[in-house]
C-alpha cells in the first residue's frame, strides 16, 4: 500500500479547513488567515500550497464534490437495475451528511462566484455532464429517447432547487421532505417505474 505523502495530507486539511470556513463566513468573510486557524497553521503555510484564495476555494470545491460523488458512486455500486441506478443517484444526492445547512450555505457561496471564475465554472460544468450522464444511462431504459433529456433535465433542476432551497429558508427542509418532493415529479415522469420503488415509499 502506498502511503500518502505529508503535502498531500496538509492540502487535504487545508482543503477541507476552507470549507468549513466557508460554511460559516461565505464567501466574503472567508479569508487565508482564518483557514488557516481552522486547520491549525499559520498563513504562511497556506500559500505554500495554494497560489491564492481563488486557488484555495476551488480545491475545496473539488473535495466536497469528490465526497457526494463518491457516496453516489456507492450506491450505484450496488444497483441491479436502470430503476435502482435512478434511486442511487437521488438518495445519493440527499444522504443526511451532506443535505445540511451548513454544507449548503458553502456550496451556494462557491456558485455565486462561478460567473466570475473560470476555474470554478469548468468544475460546475463536470459536475453537471456527470449527473447527466449517471441519469441518462437509467432514463434511457425507461423512457422513449425523445422524453429522457427532458426528465433528466427536470430531476437535475429539482435536485438543485432542493439544496437552493435548504440554504435560502429558515425552516430546516429535511432530506426525506427533499426525496418526498422527488417522488412526487417521478411519480408523474415515471408512473409504473416508481410505484413499488424505495423512494416513493419514504
Request: overall charge positive; some cysteine; hydrophobic content about 45%.
Given at each position: 500500500?502506498?502511503?500518502a505523502k505529508i503535502s498531500d495530507i496538509?492540502?487535504?486539511?487545508?482543503?477541507?479547513?476552507?470549507?468549513?470556513?466557508?460554511?460559516?463566513?461565505?464567501?466574503?468573510?472567508?479569508?487565508?488567515?482564518?483557514?488557516?486557524?481552522?486547520?491549525?497553521?499559520?498563513?504562511?503555510?497556506?500559500?505554500?500550497?495554494?497560489?491564492?484564495?481563488?486557488?484555495?476555494?476551488?480545491?475545496?470545491?473539488?473535495?466536497?464534490?469528490?465526497?457526494?460523488?463518491?457516496?453516489?458512486?456507492?450506491?450505484?455500486?450496488?444497483?441491479?437495475?436502470?430503476?435502482?441506478?435512478?434511486?442511487?443517484?437521488?438518495?445519493?444526492?440527499?444522504?443526511?451528511?451532506?443535505?445540511?445547512?451548513?454544507?449548503?450555505?458553502?456550496?451556494?457561496?462557491?456558485?455565486?462566484?462561478?460567473p466570475r471564475e473560470p476555474q470554478l465554472?469548468?468544475?460546475?460544468?463536470?459536475?453537471?455532464?456527470?449527473?447527466?450522464?449517471?441519469?441518462?444511462?437509467?432514463?434511457?431504459?425507461?423512457?422513449?429517447?425523445?422524453?429522457?433529456?427532458?426528465?433528466?433535465?427536470?430531476?437535475?433542476?429539482?435536485?438543485?432547487?432542493?439544496?437552493?432551497?435548504?440554504?435560502?429558508?429558515?425552516?430546516?427542509?429535511?432530506?426525506?421532505?427533499?426525496?418526498?418532493?422527488?417522488?412526487?415529479?417521478?411519480?408523474?415522469?415515471?408512473?409504473?417505474?416508481?410505484?413499488?420503488?424505495?423512494?416513493?415509499?419514504?
Amino acid at each position: 500500500m502506498r502511503l500518502a505523502k505529508i503535502s498531500d495530507i496538509r492540502k487535504r486539511e487545508l482543503r477541507r479547513a476552507a470549507f468549513e470556513v466557508l460554511q460559516r463566513e461565505g464567501m466574503a468573510g472567508a479569508t487565508l488567515e482564518k483557514v488557516a486557524a481552522q486547520a491549525g497553521a499559520s498563513k504562511g503555510i497556506v500559500l505554500h500550497y495554494f497560489a491564492n484564495k481563488q486557488e484555495l476555494f476551488e480545491h475545496a470545491m473539488r473535495e466536497a464534490n469528490a465526497a457526494l460523488r463518491d457516496a453516489v458512486v456507492a450506491r450505484l455500486n450496488l444497483a441491479r437495475s436502470p430503476l435502482e441506478r435512478l434511486e442511487a443517484i437521488i438518495e445519493g444526492n440527499f444522504e443526511e451528511r451532506f443535505f445540511q445547512p451548513s454544507v449548503c450555505h458553502a456550496w451556494l457561496a462557491l456558485c455565486a462566484e462561478v460567473p466570475r471564475e473560470p476555474q470554478l465554472a469548468r468544475i460546475q460544468k463536470v459536475i453537471h455532464m456527470r449527473m447527466r450522464s449517471n441519469l441518462m444511462s437509467a432514463l434511457v431504459h425507461m423512457l422513449p429517447e425523445e422524453e429522457c433529456e427532458a426528465v433528466a433535465l427536470g430531476i437535475t433542476a429539482l435536485i438543485d432547487g432542493l439544496w437552493l432551497r435548504l440554504g435560502l429558508q429558515t425552516e430546516r427542509l429535511t432530506s426525506k421532505d427533499a426525496l418526498r418532493q422527488m417522488r412526487d415529479y417521478l411519480s408523474h415522469r415515471l408512473p409504473s417505474a416508481f410505484a413499488q420503488s424505495s423512494v416513493a415509499d419514504l
